[in-house]
């Protein structure tokens, strides 16, 4: 079954601790995405990437870092210098064209808890 | 630039009502439109997309959508609401380059008895 993995389910940190969130797609999709949900304010873009090696900031990168090595995969690293960690983190992947004809597929999510 | 307003943050429907969930769109280009459910700790799933093709769109689960740019909106209906129907369900807007989507602010549904 293709599809999109995020590991692990839930993840607990103590503040001041960096924390890498695993992405794993197998739909051999070219572009990946980060979004953050809070309640009532819908999914932001933290990063995305469009090929492999290059990646772009989204409206709320501060505090984030992304790397793509490899098509399949898209690791989000939460650092301690986000103010406000602790949320619910999705992965999405899509094809891509010029026009943005394509949906994206999301992951299950993470849920991230600092404390 | 791009926005997505959804019109009511929650909707309580009676089962077997009709469900209406409204989104405004902005766009500077011609856009694409989307509405995506999420069930409790779940990623987001499809529900159907506005791609030009045709202005009334079909989606999963009974669902269908209307374009009408003259009123730059995309509601998304339901005739007959189904206990299974509890969700929250995001309207979202693309075509700028990199497939980026903007996402409205979600509008969850509570499905009465």
């Known amino acids: 079954d293709g599809g999109i993995t995020q590991s692990p389910k839930y993840l607990f940190r103590k503040e001041g601790q960096n924390v890498t969130l695993s992405c794993e797609q197998n739909l051999n999709h070219d572009a990946m995405y980060w979004y953050r949900q809070d309640p009532g304010q819908g999914l932001r873009l933290i990063y995305y990437s469009q090929i492999v090696n290059d990646f772009q900031k989204g409206d709320i990168a501060e505090g984030y870092s992304v790397s793509r090595e490899k098509k399949e995969s898209f690791p989000l690293t939460v650092t301690s210098a986000q103010k406000n960690p602790t949320a619910f983190y999705l992965c999405a992947s899509s094809r891509v064209t010029g026009t943005g004809a394509y949906e994206q597929y999301f992951g299950p999510g993470t849920r991230l808890t600092v404390t | 630039a791009q926005s997505v307003t959804q019109l009511g943050s929650h909707v309580s429907v009676s089962e077997g009502a009709l469900v209406l969930l409204r989104c405004n769109y902005s766009s500077s280009v011609p856009p694409y439109l989307f509405w995506y459910v999420q069930y409790p700790n779940q990623g987001l799933q499809l529900l159907l997309k506005y791609t030009s093709a045709a202005t009334l769109v079909k989606g999963i689960n009974g669902f269908e959508a209307e374009f009408k740019k003259s009123e730059t909106s995309f509601h998304l209906t339901k005739p007959s609401a189904h206990m299974r129907d509890a969700a929250e369900y995001f309207c979202?807007?693309?075509?700028?380059?990199?497939?980026?989507?903007?996402f409205g602010g979600g509008t969850r549904v509570l499905v009465k008895p």
């Open positions: 979202a807007v693309s075509g700028a380059a990199g497939n980026k989507l903007t």
